[in-house]
């Protein structure tokens, strides 16, 4: 059963809402704090004013095998983001705005006709800028049934105080760990603080959720799912990474080593990142998570198919 289902018939989810879009006044939904007055229509950084936007939604089975099962996992892909990564390979919808304004009836009926079409979950990506609007829709969806799991599908700069708002209500979460490096951070996302963000958020994830749940049919029930892209010349930071995963989380962190970076978007006019990764440099990535004692890592495709550049 679905975590936000108890609070829902308890009365509680309501008061999360109330919550959640009190802080749309003097918008403190993300770390970026921009006080900004989202009720009146003011945007933001994540140029989000009260409603929030789609790009597409449909079942997805690109996801990792948990979330997918045999019937895939249920995407809803929100407009905009709270980040400005220069290499973002969604950036059409993260960066340039490509998709169309929803109310919360809209959200829950495209929530709704996810688990008509039999999906595992409903994976939120992109949620950061829009948790208040996906609560809305949320309580209206399960006014008409919603009970699958719902995955909260970030760029993992979510702040603390949003996430207490979700506790009881996310089932998984699968956040981004992008960078080790405040610098690096800023000058590929804009966002100096990502890395001491991220790791608040991500203890405070698992506080909640725990480790990763996987049912006798390979299926995600709850639990947290980490996602680190690694990028060329380490630019990720991923040793770092791994070592904190491993030493102050959990090393039963299930975590999806990616290797599929490839420039796009402004990726070109930074030095390094006008490339695809290395066989090795993959290879250094997963050796490191091993090294650092993580075990649960997401079955990686062979390095032939992933297009990874030859040596
Ligand atoms: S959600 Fe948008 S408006 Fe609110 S603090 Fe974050 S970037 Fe700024």
Known sequence: MAAYLELC????????????????????????SCGVNRL??????????????VSSY???????????GRHGSGTIFFTNCNLECLFCQNYSISQLGDGEKVNKEEIAYRMLS??????HNINLVSPTHVVPQIL????????????????????????????KILDGIVDIYMPDMKYDDADIAKE?????????????????????????????????????????LVLPHGLAGTKGIVNFLSKEISPNTYVNIMAQY?????????????QRISPTEFREALSLARKAGLSRLDKALPIGILGIRSE
């Open 136 to 163: 809305e829709a949320l309580e209206t969806a399960v006014e008409s049934g919603l009970h699958l799991p719902l995955v909260y599908n970030s760029g993992g700069y979510d702040s603390v105080e949003t996430l």
């Open 40 to 53: 009146a229509g003011d945007p933001g950084k994540c140029r989000t004013p009260r409603e929030a936007m």
């Open 262 to 274: 490839h420039p796009c978007y402004k990726a070109f006019q930074i030095p390094g990142l006008e």
């Open 188 to 228: 590929l996302s804009g966002i100096e603080s990502y890395p001491a963000m991220n790791k608040a958020a991500i203890k405070e994830m698992h506080r909640q959720v725990g480790d990763l749940e996987i049912n006798e049919e390979g299926v995600a029930q709850r639990g947290l799912l980490v996602r680190h």
């Open 58 to 68: 449909g079942p997805h089975f690109g996801e990792e095998a948990p979330l997918v």
């Open 9 to 32: 018939h308890s009365g509680k989810l309501r008061e999360r809402i109330e919550a959640a879009v009190s802080l749309l006044g003097s918008c403190s939904v993300c770390p970026r």
């Open 114 to 119: 996810l688990q008509a079409k039999g999906c």
